[in-house]
């Protein structure tokens, strides 16, 4: 069975820290296109990050350029969000997916991946 499955989310004051973990199971991470996405309350979707096949490019939100970096360990099969300088704006849940498409991933659209996780609550507050 195909699935993602996020974890690391929790509460933490502006300025802080936290790693998301997104572990693929049914699948090998390093062939797939793997995206961050969150989604706050009254808003919509978007997209965070997202790193391509075989790590061949990246790609960030301009609201996260600078605090966020996104890597891969093919060894655990798993999708890091590395996320620094947390705002209260960041609060959300963060889903990760994975599409089976390659070249620059920033090129894809969120309903081109084919397998979503469940998401993982991130909130910023003092």
């Known amino acids: 069975q195909v699935q993602v499955v996020e974890s690391g989310g929790g509460l933490v004051q502006p300025g802080g820290s936290l790693r998301l973990s997104c572990v693929a199971s049914g699948f090998t991470a390093d062939y797939y296109t793997i995206g961050w996405f969150r989604q706050a309350p009254g808003r919509e979707l978007e997209r965070v990050s997202c790193?391509?096949?075989?790590?061949?490019?990246?790609d960030y939100a301009d609201s996260v350029k600078g605090r966020f970096t996104i890597s891969r360990d093919n060894a655990k099969n798993t999708v890091y969000l590395q996320m620094n300088s947390l705002k209260a704006e960041d609060t959300a849940i963060y889903y990760c997916a994975a599409g089976t498409f390659g070249g620059y991933c920033a090129d894809y659209e969120m309903h081109e991946y084919d397998y979503w996780g469940q998401g993982t609550q991130v909130t910023v507050s003092s």
């Open positions: 790193l391509s096949t075989s790590d061949t490019s990246a």
